[in-house]
């Protein structure tokens, strides 16, 4: 089992560029989550998807887009990048809990370093 | 406004002793309470977690204690080991099973040999 894999692991855009990343969840998951992590800061919710469609938000601007496929992968896409943009971002999978009361809790791939210059 | 705080960024504990990591939570709507550890370049591991139903919740060397009425929880470790040296995060859900986390800032624990 692979677990949550995230491509790529590094990346350097120029502010106002844009940005796509990518996420498999975990082998049996099909809820996805993405969270930015800033420098000596803890992860903070940008967005879950189940289902192909984005079903809880944190407090991003419109700037920051996901999608989900229907082989539960995901990406998350990032327009006009702002230097503050730079952080780790995480992506997180699940089993939706109704299906899988037992085990819900996250796993979470390794993460995409993200600089913005 | 940070409604999950781990007010000490760094804890050092001598091998084979206890190690404390304590979170304050500002939202009483937070229903459900996680644990992850963190190595670098690596993501974030769950370690255990605890319902509002509970006080305690005990697993291996891992035990997690709640109060409610303080907003407080704490992760214990006993006893420690050199691996358990990682960044720890407390993390907090309006519900069990939700995976929109609020996470603290982490505490970065060092096991001294």
């Known amino acids: 089992d692979a677990g949550v894999t995230q491509s790529p692991t590094h990346l350097i855009k120029t502010r106002g560029q844009q940005v796509t990343l990518r996420c498999s969840p975990k082998?049996?998951?099909?809820?996805v989550s993405w969270y930015q992590q800033a420098l000596g800061q803890g992860p903070q919710f940008i967005f879950q998807y189940y289902e192909e469609e984005e079903r809880q938000r944190g407090n991003f601007p419109d700037r920051f887009s996901g999608h989900q496929f229907p082989n539960y992968s995901s990406e998350l896409n990032v327009n006009a990048l702002l230097l503050g943009d730079s952080a780790l971002y995480l992506c997180a999978s699940s089993p939706w809990p109704i299906v899988d009361i037992m085990n819900t809790e996250a796993f979470f791939g390794q993460g995409t370093r993200l600089t913005v210059v | 406004d940070q409604q999950v705080k781990q007010n000490s960024p760094s804890l050092s504990v001598q091998e084979g002793r206890i190690s404390i990591l304590n979170c304050d939570y500002t939202?009483?709507?937070?229903?459900?309470f996680l644990w992850y550890k963190k190595y670098p370049a690596e993501g974030p591991t769950f370690l255990i977690s605890?319902?509002?139903?509970?006080d305690k919740n005990e697993d291996g060397r891992f035990t997690v204690f709640l109060n409610k009425s303080a907003k407080h929880l704490s992760l214990h470790i006993v006893p420690s080991q050199p691996g358990d040296s990682a960044v720890y995060f407390c993390a907090a859900s309006l519900d069990f099973g939700n995976e929109k986390l609020t996470f603290g800032t982490g505490t970065r624990l060092t096991i001294i040999p």
């Open positions: 082998s049996g998951h099909d809820t």
């Open positions: 605890i319902s509002s139903i509970k």
């Open positions: 939202n009483s709507m937070f229903d459900y």
